[in-house]
């Protein structure tokens, strides 16, 4: 049965990880996965995480099933977390959600339950977008399509081309949207262009989809649920798929929530029984570890200041790079300008290069990033940002 089967190409992103292990060269520099590192390169388990872990080694009674939504205390936190404590969608009761495995298993459950409600649905969803994004919501029977969003020739946001290619959008239609630090571009609507996409989404009634997954990396937790949380206001119906990995630092633990609001209480709750029935036909529930450290820290005063506190950190520094690094191609001479490195937001943003020169970064070099020149700025750091510059100038 299975000699049939074509080998496939490894995962752009998740292949490029194991061939930079693979590299022997000291200064190899991995620009790749979207995973936050410090100055000495290291992934670090946040001190906030540790501290909760500890405690729940002490307090943890029972290893028993905890059910296909996870617990609720972990949703009651990251609705509060995402939308805010006093959300209007909140105090109307309309708002339900599952704790999932990771932002991707929030994307993949969403997308099964929305075929469930209007099969074979389309979904558009920006160009560019993340990579993982046409698997795990086409392989779920949706329909993708794609709005301009993006040039990077000027490295500017296509504003006009999305709201032309949106304006025809109507009720039964979604529309993916980044809720902040968008991946992989790194460019962000301003709250005027929410504005204008959630007045859109009122009077042409398609649903929005949000990504979430970089809370905090943009601006601040609050700043970056700005569009999400007015869109929240103004749709009587919306979907948020959240991702604890990178705020949380808990990549490999999988945490992620599954958001619906609904027209009304009665509504929601039938949509989450069918929410429910798609995550027990899939994983059955969701892994406990991880959403009990969240849970944790968003629960607990004293973790939550000091995550917050350990999250500004990862922030700053990532905005440091983003600064530092405009800085050192200018110095090298690399041919070009980069300034809008810095204007940027979040992991990533694309160098805007072409495919042929990433690939000569990694053989000459062992930098690695995507074919599509997108760099995770966190690889980045003081000492290898002279290396990274020059190697740049190099190839242009
Ligand atoms: C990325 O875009 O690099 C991250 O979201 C990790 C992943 O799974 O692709």
């Not at 329909?143 to 500017?156: G, H, L, M, N, V």
């Not at 905090?216 to 929240?232: C, H, K, S, T, V």
């Not at 119906?237 to 609904?262: D, Q």
Request: some cysteine.
């Amino acid at each position: 049965m299975f000699e049939q089967l074509s080998s496939l190409p490894p995962d752009p992103i998740l292949g490029l990880l194991a061939t930079y292990r693979a590299d022997e060269n000291p200064d190899k520099i991995d620009l790749g996965v979207g995973v936050y590192k410090d100055e000495s390169g290291h992934t670090p388990v946040l001190q906030a995480v540790k501290e909760a872990e500890t405690r729940l080694l002490q307090s943890e009674e029972t290893k028993a099933y905890i059910g296909p939504a996870g617990t609720p205390g972990f949703n009651a936190a990251m609705q509060e977390q995402v939308l805010g404590a006093d959300h209007p969608a909140l105090l109307a009761n309309r708002v339900r959600s599952a704790q999932t495995p990771g932002g991707c298993g929030a994307l993949r459950v969403l997308a099964e339950f929305v075929n469930r409600a209007r099969p074979g649905a389309t979904i558009w969803v920006s160009d560019p977008t993340w990579a993982n994004h046409g698997p795990l919501l086409g392989n779920a029977g949706l329909e993708i399509k794609s709005y301009p969003y993006y040039d990077r020739a000027s490295a500017t946001l296509l504003f006009d081309q999305m709201v032309d290619t949106l304006k025809d959008v109507g009720e039964g239609d979604l529309v993916l949207l980044h809720a902040c630090c968008h991946n992989p571009c790194g460019a962000d609507l301003s709250r005027e262009q929410w504005k204008v996409i959630v007045e859109m989404a009122q009077k042409q009634g398609f649903t929005p989809y949000i990504d979430m997954a970089y809370q905090g990396f943009g601006d601040g937790l609050n700043d970056d649920a700005w569009g999400l949380r007015l869109m929240a206001e103004s749709v009587p119906e919306m979907l948020v798929a959240a991702s604890c990995s990178k705020n949380f630092g808990l990549y490999r633990e999988r945490v992620g929530l599954a958001m619906a609001i609904y027209n009304d209480a009665a509504a929601a709750d039938k949509g989450q029984s069918q929410m429910l029935n798609v995550v027990r036909g899939n994983y059955s529930m969701p892994p406990s570890h991880g959403a009990a450290i969240v849970e944790a820290i968003l629960t607990d005063a004293g973790l939550r200041a000091n995550w917050e506190a350990e999250l500004t950190e990862m922030r700053e520094r990532i905005n440091g790079l983003r600064a530092g690094v405009v800085e050192s191609l200018a110095a090298a001479g690399a041919d070009g300008d980069f300034s809008f490195i810095q204007r940027q937001k979040g992991m990533f943003s694309f160098l805007g290069i072409n495919a042929e020169q990433v690939q000569r970064l990694q053989r000459e070099f062992s930098i690695y990033m995507v074919d599509s020149s997108r760099i995770s700025i966190a690889g980045l750091s003081q000492s290898n940002m002279e290396y990274f510059s020059k190697a740049v100038a190099t190839i242009l």
